[in-house]
């Protein structure tokens, strides 16, 4: 059980396009997700918590006009890069909190964003 | 402030025991974690220990916590081959929001 997909896994994008990232949990419901950032060989940093039917709040640092997340239902969340740079580049995690276990959270595989 | 440091790296040899270590500084953290990170791939949590607790074991791993130190660590006894990979530990804030650690690359030589 516990299980968080993300789609894609791996995406190539040229600068200036928008890339959609999925995130789901596939057998329990999860009212708040999370999504990090990792880069090469650090740690993960929050960017923001996903909170269904409501807006997300964002990380100090981090524009909620590049990276729009939209939580539509209690088993999905959605991570939108916004006219990419290759600064965006990154690893992308996110994580889901079952409604009935509130301190674990769950992480997705991760996808992998490179934008050329 | 929010900041949880941990030692970059730790070799060891398969069938020793690995002690990751890990700093915190936020004493009302409510629950502290360790997971795992293999390369190209998402965290697996290993385990957790809820802040009035010392200790916690589970098979080959014993986590201890050191409050007044804020001090965590991750105890592998027999480590595997398989074991190699990047340690994270974690800190949850009241408002269960994760702050990361640096995370500790361990190197298991056959």
Same mark, same amino acid.
């Given at each position: ?11 190539i ?12 949990s596939?057998?329990?419901q999860?009212?708040? *997700? ?8 650090? $740690?993960?940093?929050? *960017?923001? =918590?996903? /909170?269904?039917g409501?807006?997300?709040?964002y990380?100090? %640092?981090?524009?909620? +006009?590049?990276?729009?997340i /939209? ?10 890069v &916004? ?11 996110? $994580? !889901?909190?079952? +409604?009935?276990?509130i301190?674990?959270?769950?992480? %997705?595989? %991760? =996808?992998?964003? &490179?934008?050329? | ?5 941990? #030692?970059?790296? @730790? #070799?060891?040899?398969?069938? +020793? ?12 953290? =409510? ?7 293999e390369?190209?791939?998402? @965290?697996?949590l ?5 802040? /009035? ?6 098979q080959?791993? =014993?986590?201890?916590? /050191? ?5 965590? #660590?991750?105890?592998?006894? +027999? ?9 994270f530990? !974690?800190?949850? *804030? ?7 650690g &640096?995370?500790?690359?361990l190197?298991? @030589?056959?």
């Amino acid at each position: 059980g516990a299980v968080v997909s993300q789609h894609p896994s791996r995406v190539i994008c040229k600068s200036g396009t928008s890339v959609k990232i999925e995130c789901r949990s596939l057998d329990f419901q999860a009212t708040t *997700m999370f999504w990090y950032r990792q880069f090469p060989k650090q $740690s993960l940093m929050l *960017m923001a =918590t996903s /909170n269904e039917g409501s807006k997300a709040t964002y990380e100090q %640092g981090v524009e909620k +006009d590049k990276f729009l997340i /939209n939580h539509a239902s209690l088993t999905l969340s959605t991570l939108t890069v &916004t006219s990419a740079h290759p600064e965006d580049s990154s690893f992308y995690i996110c $994580s !889901a909190r079952a +409604d009935t276990q509130i301190y674990e959270q769950y992480f %997705g595989p %991760g =996808t992998r964003l &490179t934008v050329t | 402030g929010e900041d949880v440091e941990q #030692s970059l790296f @730790l #070799s060891v040899r398969e069938g +020793d025991s690995s002690v990751i270590n890990c700093t915190y500084t936020d004493s009302s953290s =409510t629950y502290l974690y360790w997971y795992k990170q293999e390369p190209g791939a998402g @965290l697996q949590l290993l385990t957790y220990i809820f802040s /009035n607790m010392d200790m916690k074991q589970d098979q080959r791993l =014993t986590v201890l916590l /050191n409050k007044k130190d804020k001090h965590l #660590s991750l105890r592998i006894a +027999d480590t595997q081959t398989g074991d190699s990979a990047i340690y994270f530990c !974690a800190e949850s *804030m009241g408002t269960y929001k994760y702050i990361f650690g &640096t995370g500790t690359r361990l190197k298991v @030589l056959a």
